[in-house]
């Protein structure tokens, strides 16, 4: 979601609409299976995948399917396509949704960050995949892989790289980014699924963690808690990370779970304004709700549409199916459309879960598509029906989107 973490999309140049031709498909390239979404940077593409060899691929929300395969880093070209190297390692998975690696890459100048679904955490030189250090989290520090896999893509900031662990005290384990050694760890939770972030509030450094029991706020250089708001989404889905504009923060999950936070302004410190009801707020599962002038945009877990909040009350203006799916007009189970503000517009590139990209115009009277074209055929399973669950990256005037067999590259310029 960018290099700041916050969803927006600052080149300029870009197309202000999608002509009824669509867009320009520049290239494109076969790739194997998974969620991570692609990472662009100084001219590279990075995409995470999972080559499958054996046993049975099944989707299931209550069982761990058993696979043998590969997961594997590829870097490319961005202007080409061109395969510059690939990393490539065994793992057997035991996950339910096996299709392969859940966090997008971290690039880091020189180095680029892995976090495999089994637990495996990496770092690799940029220039020619070398391996610089390699962590196991399920046998170095004896953490259980969580149902969905690991998923907490790694945040790196200055000398540390963060993810969420899981396990007594080790909720939240900070490495040394140069050697992969232990700096600190906290909390008592279970991993979750969610991505860290680092946030700028009450005159203080946040490293903000949502675990399936709170969302909490830590001090980035030792982990002591500055304050922790509780949190509890079913089946310890906690998945989108809590999105703050001015001093409010959202944090929504399945269900029911959502929290308006107010971040004081001169302490670290937070309390609850107002915590999500049925038919109110809208409650997000995979996919990251944005926040702009004051009005909350996400895609609800329960109705599988996207949903425009009030964020100072909570209670909803409007919905459609046009970001998700267009041809329903009920419900449905788990819709997926990932958002992305085109700088400080109120445009938005919206990948749905149709593989379609559009470019929409959100605010509080309603959703107003600029256009739409077919980029990518949806290959994922998610109850019985076919899904793309994969943000793009937006880089280059360029869209860089993946699905479980190719990874192209669509010309956003203008």
């Not at 299709?99 to 220039?127: A, Y």
């Not at 995979?286 to 549409?305: Q, S």
């Amino acid at each position: 979601m960018g290099d700041s973490r916050d969803g927006v999309y600052r080149e300029t140049g870009i197309v202000t609409e999608i002509p009824e031709s669509g867009l320009p498909v520049k290239w494109r390239v076969p790739i194997y299976s998974g969620y991570a979404g692609p990472a662009a940077a100084d001219g590279r593409v990075f995409v995470f995948d999972y080559q499958q060899t054996a046993g049975d691929a099944f989707n299931n929300p209550g069982e761990r399917a058993n696979l043998n395969g590969s997961e594997r880093l590829v870097a490319l070209d961005a202007t080409s396509g061109k395969i510059l190297w690939t990393h490539s390692y065994e793992c057997p998975y035991s996950v339910s949704y096996p299709n392969g690696p859940r966090c997008t890459p971290t690039v880091d100048d020189e180095h680029v960050f892995i976090l495999g679904s089994e637990g495996n955490l990496k770092c690799l030189q940029v220039v020619d995949g070398k391996l610089v250090w390699s962590r196991s989290l399920k046998r170095d520090l004896k953490a259980e892989v969580p149902i969905w896999g690991f998923s907490s893509h790694p945040l790196v900031d200055g000398d540390l790289l963060y993810t969420m662990v899981g396990g007594e005290g080790q909720g939240v384990v900070a490495f040394d980014k140069r050697t992969g050694d232990i700096r600190w760890q906290a909390l008592d939770s279970e991993a979750g699924y969610c991505p860290l972030s680092i946030i700028q509030a009450g005159q203080t450094r946040q490293l903000i963690a949502f675990s399936p029991e709170a969302v909490v706020s830590l001090n980035p250089k030792n982990g002591r808690q500055n304050w922790s708001i509780p949190m509890r989404p079913s089946y310890g889905m906690s998945i989108a990370r809590p999105m703050v504009e001015g001093n409010r923060m959202y944090a929504s999950s399945i269900h029911n779970e959502a929290v308006l936070i107010e971040l004081s302004e001169n302490e670290a410190t937070a309390k609850e304004l107002w915590r999500g009801e049925p038919k109110s707020a809208v409650h997000c599962a995979n996919a990251t709700p944005l926040l702009m002038d004051g009005i909350i945009y996400g895609t609800d877990c329960v109705e599988g549409c996207l949903i425009a909040v009030d964020g100072s009350s909570g209670s909803r203006l409007w919905k459609t199916f046009e970001a998700t799916q267009p041809a329903e007009k009920r419900f449905i189970k788990h819709g997926t459309a990932f958002l992305t503000r085109i700088g400080d517009s109120n445009r938005f590139l919206v990948m749905s879960e149709t593989g379609d990209l559009q470019i929409a115009e959100l605010s509080e009277k309603g959703y107003t598509s600029r256009g739409r074209f077919h980029a990518i055929d949806p290959t994922a399973e998610c109850f019985g029906r076919s899904v793309v669950w994969s943000h793009p990256a937006y880089a280059n005037q360029t869209a860089y989107i993946r699905n479980d067999k190719e990874i192209i590259a669509v010309d956003l310029a203008r």
